[in-house]
């Protein structure tokens, strides 16, 4: 009986992951972010890169939190890998990347629908391309392609993302 419950628990975990297609850009900005990493000054210099293929982003309002939240939001912290299709979201707004690259990114930040309407879609809504989701990465070069449409899905944070994000004020939220 109580490995039934285990397996049925681990099941509905699995099941709860979330997972799609999204839209990506890239963004430097060398602020704290919405989920509290950095300082007064500005960021940590791991949210620029944790390490190979690990990045931090910020996520559309369903990534970050989808009680409409702009700080400590739910998503924060959350892990997910995005596998490159290969394609931008249109012809003349990037160049896409190399289809089945992949790397790791955790959520330290909002992308809000407000002044981002063509990236980053409310809550139940979709983008200018017709994405629900959207993450914008935090590089100041280019680390996944140009714009590239994802499929993603969400994992287990590495134990990189995992300690450096400990450091985050809504870790502890």
């Given at each position: 009986?109580?490995?039934?419950?285990?397996?049925?628990?681990?099941?509905?975990?699995a099941?709860?992951a979330?997972?799609?297609?999204?839209?990506?850009?890239?963004?430097?900005?060398?602020?704290?972010?919405?989920?509290?990493?950095?300082?007064?000054s500005?960021?940590?210099?791991w949210?620029?890169?944790?390490?190979?293929?690990?990045y931090?982003?910020?996520?559309?309002?369903?990534?970050?939190?989808?009680?409409?939240?702009?700080?400590?939001?739910?998503?924060?912290g959350t892990?997910?890998?995005l596998?490159?299709?290969g394609?931008s979201?249109?012809?003349?707004?990037?160049?896409?990347?190399?289809?089945?690259?992949s790397?790791?990114?955790?959520?330290t930040?909002?992308?809000?629908?407000?002044?981002?309407?063509?990236?980053?879609?409310?809550?139940?809504?979709?983008?200018?391309?017709?994405?629900?989701?959207?993450?914008?990465?935090?590089?100041q070069s280019?680390?996944?392609g140009?714009?590239?449409?994802?499929?993603?899905e969400?994992?287990?944070?590495?134990?990189a993302?995992?300690?450096d994000?400990?450091?985050?004020?809504?870790?502890?939220?």
């Amino acid at each position: 009986m109580k490995l039934t419950i285990t397996t049925l628990l681990t099941m509905a975990a699995a099941a709860a992951a979330l997972s799609g297609k999204a839209t990506t850009t890239r963004y430097y900005d060398g602020s704290e972010g919405a989920c509290g990493c950095g300082t007064s000054s500005g960021l940590y210099s791991w949210q620029a890169g944790i390490s190979t293929d690990i990045y931090t982003a910020a996520g559309s309002q369903a990534l970050f939190g989808s009680d409409g939240s702009t700080w400590c939001g739910s998503g924060c912290g959350t892990c997910y890998n995005l596998t490159s299709t290969g394609s931008s979201a249109c012809s003349s707004c990037g160049t896409g990347g190399t289809e089945g690259a992949s790397i790791i990114v955790m959520v330290t930040n909002l992308c809000p629908n407000d002044g981002n309407s063509q990236w980053c879609p409310d809550v139940g809504g979709t983008n200018e391309y017709g994405y629900s989701y959207h993450f914008d990465i935090m590089a100041q070069s280019e680390v996944f392609g140009d714009n590239v449409v994802a499929d993603f899905e969400e994992v287990d944070c590495p134990s990189a993302a995992s300690s450096d994000y400990s450091q985050c004020t809504c870790a502890s939220s």
